[in-house]
């Protein structure tokens, strides 16, 4: 089977599997802030969640392009995959820097569904983008580290039992470089929450499962530290062209969708004796944007033939990004202006897919992080921070 074939079965296939989980599932979910369990947990047994993880462990042994063409379907369709992403590439440093037994011990069931590791801890408050200064600790007493501190932004730790967490090891005045000294641990959710770690949700613009978490003498095993202590900070590095492509992809579906809904509504709806779309000011905002969108679909593309050949792809994965999340940004508004008035109630879906996906200029990574990678690492000039 040619790549071109397999994308146009995958995207046949969740396609069907979005088709029972429409407008009026993530529209009431949004509502009441609730979790999409039961589309997780579809997405999930079908094994779409598992495409990245190797054959011999349990999953499809897929490219980060078919895993792509999985989460910009979800968002194609209307959904979101921001509720379960995570689970597709948190668990790359995991099958990257884990140890054959802690791979043997997860990843075939993260595979089949039976563990969820779909939560990452990094962000700090006090500290933000710049990652190398956060503060939480985690001092080694014999077999165990304990953990003090604190996290906010951590999105599905209610949803997942496993917690891939970024702590200091090493204080920062005690390395030659502040990249040093950040270890990845595993955290046992079950086991933490209550002894050592608690989590409050926090309130926000979208139904996004993300909490505060606080740590106060957590203990973990030495047993769950992912690959060697000092190093979480690389092995960061490492995950996040995967996530820029996914990602990308995503705002890809996001663009898609609201341009089919504005093309849509502009031939409709009727003011003046004619379709809004007939007038140029209504109709050329739409064209431009699905043509933003079709050439960050491009990008992502590149990206993901560079990732999959294992070739450098960073400068490609961080332009994908932020054209897609741009793209899409850019789709959503114009489509907001489109409807009018009804684009701001609720039971259209124009300003829920809105505010979801405003998300991705923001997060993972903001645009001006993005920028000034591609200023520095790929123009080579002054670093500015
Ligand atoms: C809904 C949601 C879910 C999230 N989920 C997770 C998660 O699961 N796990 C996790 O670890 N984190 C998560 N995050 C955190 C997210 O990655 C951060 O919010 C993001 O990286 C920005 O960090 P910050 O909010 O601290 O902003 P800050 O670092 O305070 O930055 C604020 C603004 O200033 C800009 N800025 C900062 N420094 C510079 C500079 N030197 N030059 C130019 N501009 C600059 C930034 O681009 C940004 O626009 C989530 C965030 C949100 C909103």
């Not at 089949?112 to 939560?119: D, K, M, P, T």
Request: with cysteine; glycine share 8%; charged share 25%.
């Amino acid at each position: 089977m040619t790549n071109t074939e397999l994308h146009t079965d995958l995207r046949t296939a969740v396609r069907e599997l979005c088709s029972r989980f429409p407008d009026t599932y993530w529209r009431e979910l949004d509502a009441r802030e609730a979790y999409p369990e039961e589309f997780v947990k579809t997405l999930t047994e079908a094994g779409f969640l598992a495409a990245l993880i190797p054959e011999e462990l349990g999953g499809s042994g897929l490219g980060i392009a078919e895993a792509s063409v999985i989460l910009e379907e979800v968002n194609r369709s209307g959904g979101n995959s921001a509720a379960c992403h995570a689970q597709m590439y948190i668990m790359g440093t995991l099958l990257r820097h884990g140890s054959d037994e802690q791979r043997r011990q997860y990843l075939p069931k993260i595979a089949s569904g039976e563990l969820r590791l779909q939560a990452f801890g990094v962000t700090e408050p006090t500290t933000g983008t710049d990652t190398t200064q956060m503060k939480t600790m985690a001092v080694r007493k014999g077999d165990t580290y304990v953990v003090n501190g604190q996290k906010v932004w951590i999105s599905r730790v209610d949803y997942s039992d496993l917690m891939l967490l970024v702590a200091r090891t090493t204080p920062i005045e005690e390395v030659k470089k502040k990249t040093e000294g950040l270890t990845a641990m595993m955290i046992d959710l079950k086991q933490a929450v209550g002894n050592g770690m608690t989590v409050v949700p926090i309130r926000a613009m979208i139904n996004h499962a993300t909490t505060e978490v606080f740590f106060d003498n957590l203990e973990v095993p030495v047993a769950n530290r992912i690959g060697e202590e000092g190093q979480g900070f690389r092995y960061l590095l490492d995950g996040l062209n995967a996530e820029r492509i996914l990602i990308a992809a995503e705002c890809v579906g996001d663009g898609r969708w609201f341009i089919d809904r504005a093309r849509k509504y502009a031939s409709d709806r009727v003011v003046f004796g004619r379709p809004i779309g007939q007038n140029q000011g209504i109709q050329f905002p739409i064209a431009r944007a699905h043509v933003n969108v079709e050439a960050a679909d491009l990008m992502r593309i590149r990206a993901a033939e560079l990732f999959d050949d294992g070739k450098p792809c960073g400068a490609e994965a961080n332009m994908a990004k932020l054209l897609a999340a741009d793209a899409s940004w850019e789709a959503a508004n114009v489509t907001m202006q489109t409807y009018g008035g009804f684009g701001f109630a609720e039971e259209y879906d124009i300003e829920r897919k809105f505010r979801e996906t405003r998300l991705y200029q923001t997060a993972p990574i903001s645009t001006n992080l993005i920028l000034s990678y591609i200023g520095q690492h790929v123009l080579g000039m002054p670093r500015s921070f």
